[in-house]
C-alpha cells in the first residue's frame, strides 16, 4: 500500500517535468554542469597545474616540470608517512565500520519514535564544530583529563595513563569517535533496503538468526559496509587538524606536510604537488571501493 | 662611538629647542596619516594627542605584516606619514627608500625609554648610515613559563626542555623557523638567524632529541592553555610570551615567566615615517606623544606586550634578547622541521 502511493508520487512527478518544455531544464541542466565545472574541476585542475611550477627565492616559477613529484619519491620521509597516514586511515575505517554495523542494525530494526530518536542521536555531533569536538575529546584523554582521573578513582589505576593522549593511539581513537556517523548512515540505507520478504522466507526455511544474519543481511548490506569504510577512509585522511592536536610528538602525519607547506615553508608548488598525490591515493580508494561493492552485490 | 656622539648632540639640541612652546596646538588644521597595529593608537590617546596639537589623525589598522607592505609601498609612502613596523620587516622599507630617518632632537621622550633602547645604535635593524630609521615602540620576548609547582629552582637555560626530568611534561610550539633559532641560541651560536649547513645539521640532531621530550607541539595560547590544563605540564616554550601568561595566570594557573641566560628571542615593533611624509614635525610629535610613561603603562596594561619606557613582565633590565631577524631560508627550515617530526 505504502511502495504503491510512493511510486503514484514519483508517476507525477515524471509527469510534471516532462510536462514543462522550454529552457527551464536546460537552464537546470546548465547550472548542474557549470557549477561543479567552476567549483570543483576548475580549483582542482589549477591545483593540477601548481604542482608543475616550482619555487625560487620565495616566488613562483611558472615553468613546467616533474621535480615536484620526483622530490616525493626522492626524499626519505613522504613516502613512510603517506603508507604509516594510509594504515593508520584504514584502521580507523575498519574501527569505524565495527562498531558502526551494530548500531546501524539496532536502527534499522528499530520503528516509529525510537528509531528517530536514535537516528537524531547519532546525527547531533555532526551539527557540532568539528574543533570543539577535538577539544572535548582530548579533555576526555589528557593526562588529567575525565578517563585516566575516572579510573584513579576507580582504583583500575595507580599512574594516569599515556597510552591515549599524543600519539597515533589518540589520533585514531579521536578520528573514529568523529567519524562513526559517516559509517552507520551508509549501512543503516544498505540494511534498510533489505526486503523483509527475504528475511522472513529464510527463517520460514529453518534458518537461526545467526544464519539468516551471516548468509542474507550481512552479504546484502556488504555494499553500504563498503561505502561506510570508504567514506571514513577518505575523511580520515585529508585531515590534518586531528594529527596535529590529538598526536602530540608523534603524530605526525601527510595532512600535515601537506599544510605545512601552504604555511610555514611557503610552497605551494610542492604543497599542490603533495596533494595531487593524496587526490590520487584517494581516488583509487573510491574506485576500489565501488569495484568490490558492485562484485558484492 | 661617533654615532652615539652625534645622538648626544642632537639630544643637547633638544633639550635647548622650545619644545614646550610648540606643543600648544602648533599642529591646527593639519593631518597625521597613521598605520599601526591594534592596541598602538587606541582611541583615548588619539583623542589627546589631537586635544594637544589641534591635528587629526586619521588612524588605519592592519593585520598582517603583508598588508603594511602592500600599502606602503603600493603608494610608494605617500599614502601615510607614520606607520608601525618591526624591525625585521623593517629593512625592505629602508632597502626600498620608503622611509624617512627620524630627527630625535623632535622625540625627547627618547632619551627616557629604558636603557636597553637608550642608545639606538646597540638595537639591531633601527640605524642605517649613521640615522635613525624607526623609533622602538613595544616589543615582547618568547621566554620560558614554568609551573612553579613542578619546577624549582626556577629553569635559567633553554636547556631544562632537554632535561629528561621533564620528559613527557613540555609544551614546544610547532614552528621550524623559530625551533632552529632557540636551539641554535641555546648550543651558543652567535648569530641563530643565519645559519649553516653543519650547525643545521647539528640543531636537527637536538631538535629530534628535544622531540623525545616534548608532550606536544601547540599552535595558539589556547591550545597551550587547553593542554596544561588537562595534562601535566612543567614547562611552556612561550611563543605568544606575556599574552600567553595572562591568560594563563587569569585561568589560575601557578606559573611563572622567565627569560633564559642564552637570550630569548624577542620581537620589536617601531614607529617610523615613510618616504612621502607630509609633515616630520607632526609625525615626530606623535612619536613622541606615544613615548610617554602614561601610554607605555597604559599600552602594557591593554596589550599585555612590553613598552619601551617602563619595565614590565616581558623583560627584566639584565635579560638578554636577541630581536627576530629573518632567517636565511625559511623553507629550508620548514622542510627540516617536517623530517624531525616524521622521525619516528
Known amino acids: ?297 | 662611538m661617533p654615532l652615539s656622539m652625534n645622538r648626544r648632540t642632537a639630544l643637547g639640541m633638544a633639550l635647548a629647542a622650545p619644545v614646550i612652546l610648540r606643543s600648544s596646538r602648533a599642529f591646527a588644521a593639519k593631518e597625521l596619516r597613521v598605520m599601526a597595529w591594534q592596541g598602538y593608537a587606541d582611541d583615548d590617546w588619539v583623542k589627546e594627542f589631537q586635544d594637544q596639537t589641534g591635528a587629526t589623525a586619521n588612524v588605519v589598522f592592519i593585520g598582517t605584516d603583508d598588508e603594511i607592505w602592500a600599502k606602503i609601498k603600493g603608494s610608494e609612502g605617500k599614502d601615510f606619514d607614520v606607520f608601525a613596523v618591526n624591525t625585521a620587516q623593517l629593512q625592505r622599507y629602508i632597502d626600498g627608500g620608503l622611509t624617512t630617518p627620524h630627527d630625535l632632537a623632535k622625540i625627547p621622550n627618547q632619551k627616557n625609554v629604558l636603557p636597553r633602547f637608550q642608545d639606538l645604535s646597540k638595537v639591531k635593524g633601527i640605524m642605517r648610515d649613521g640615522k635613525a630609521h624607526a623609533v622602538p615602540f613595544c616589543f615582547d620576548s618568547i621566554g620560558i613559563i614554568y609551573d612553579k609547582d613542578k619546577v624549582n629552582p626556577p629553569p635559567d637555560s633553554f636547556e631544562s626542555f632537554w632535561d629528561p626530568k621533564y620528559k613527557g611534561k613540555i609544551l614546544a610550539y610547532d614552528n621550524g623557523e623559530h625551533n632552529f633559532s632557540f636551539t641554535a641560541l641555546t648550543m651558543g651560536i652567535e648569530d641563530p638567524f643565519h645559519l649553516n649547513e653543519e650547525q643545521m645539521g647539528k640543531i636537527k640532531e637536538k631538535l629530534i632529541a628535544l622531540k623525545g621530550n616534548v608532550l606536544s607541539f601547540y599552535t595558539t595560547p589556547d591550545e597551550a592553555l587547553q593542554l596544561y590544563k588537562s595534562n601535566d605540564v612543567a614547562l611552556i616554550w612561550a611563543n605568544y610570551g606575556q599574552q600567553q601568561v595572562k591568560a594563563m595566570k587569569d585561568a589560575g594557573a601557578n606559573i611563572e615567566y622567565v627569560n633564559p641566560k642564552e637570550g630569548a628571542l624577542a620581537w620589536l615593533d617601531t614607529w617610523a615615517m615613510t618616504s612621502g611624509v607630509q609633515d616630520p614635525d607632526l609625525a615626530a610629535a606623535w612619536v613622541n606623544f606615544l613615548l610617554q610613561k602614561k601610554i607605555g603603562e597604559q599600552l602594557s596594561q591593554r596589550t599585555g606586550f612590553g613598552n619601551t619606557v617602563v619595565e614590565t613582565g616581558s623583560a627584566g633590565a639584565n635579560d638578554k634578547l636577541v630581536w627576530l631577524d629573518f632567517v636565511e631560508d625559511p623553507t629550508k627550515r620548514s622542510d627540516m622541521w617536517n623530517e624531525i617530526k616524521a622521525q619516528p
Not at chain 1, 136 to 154: P, Q
Request: hydrophobic fraction near 55%; charged fraction near 10%.
Open chain 1, 1 to 297: 500500500m505504502l511502495a504503491g502511493s510512493r511510486r503514484a508520487v514519483g508517476d507525477q512527478m515524471i509527469f510534471v517535468g516532462s510536462a514543462r518544455h522550454g529552457y527551464g531544464p536546460r537552464l537546470l541542466a546548465l547550472i548542474s554542469y557549470v557549477l561543479p565545472a567552476v567549483f570543483i574541476i576548475a580549483p582542482l585542475a589549477s591545483f593540477l597545474a601548481y604542482s608543475f611550477f616550482r619555487m625560487e627565492n620565495g616566488q613562483i616559477v611558472h615553468d613546467l616540470s616533474l621535480g615536484n613529484y620526483r622530490r616525493f619519491f626522492a626524499d626519505a620521509i613522504f613516502v613512510p608517512v603517506l603508507w604509516q597516514t594510509c594504515l593508520l586511515c584504514l584502521s580507523v575505517a575498519a574501527l569505524a565500520t565495527l562498531i558502526g554495523y551494530p548500531v546501524a542494525f539496532l536502527l534499522a530494526s528499530l520503528k516509529g519514535r525510537r528509531r528517530h530518536f536514535l537516528l537524531l542521536m547519532v546525527l547531533v555531533p555532526l551539527l557540532m564544530s568539528y574543533i570543539i569536538k577535538i577539544y572535548a575529546i582530548r579533555s576526555i584523554l589528557g593526562g588529567n583529563g575525565f578517563l585516566n582521573r575516572f579510573m584513579l578513582w576507580t582504583g583500575v589505576i595507580e599512574q594516569p595513563l599515556t597510552v591515549f593522549v599524543f600519539n597515533l593511539n589518540a589520533v585514531l581513537l579521536t578520528l573514529t569517535v568523529l567519524l562513526i556517523p559517516f559509517a552507520i548512515l551508509p549501512i543503516f540505507l544498505a540494511l534498510e533496503r533489505i526486503p523483509r520478504s527475504l528475511i522472513e522466507a529464510s527463517v520460514d526455511l529453518g534458518a537461526s538468526s545467526l544464519q539468516t544474519f551471516v548468509r542474507i543481511i550481512l552479504p546484502l548490506s556488504l555494499p553500504g559496509v563498503i561505502t561506510a569504510a570508504t567514506f571514513v577512509f577518505v575523511l580520515a585522511i585529508g585531515d590534518f587538524l586531528t594529527p596535529q592536536m590529538v598526536g602530540g610528538q608523534s603524530g605526525f602525519t601527510f595532512g600535515r606536510i601537506v599544510f605545512s607547506q601552504f604555511g610555514t615553508a611557503f610552497n605551494w608548488p610542492f604543497g599542490a604537488a603533495l596533494s595531487a598525490i593524496l587526490a590520487i591515493v584517494v581516488i583509487s580508494v573510491i574506485a576500489l571501493g565501488n569495484r568490490v561493492g558492485q562484485r558484492s552485490t
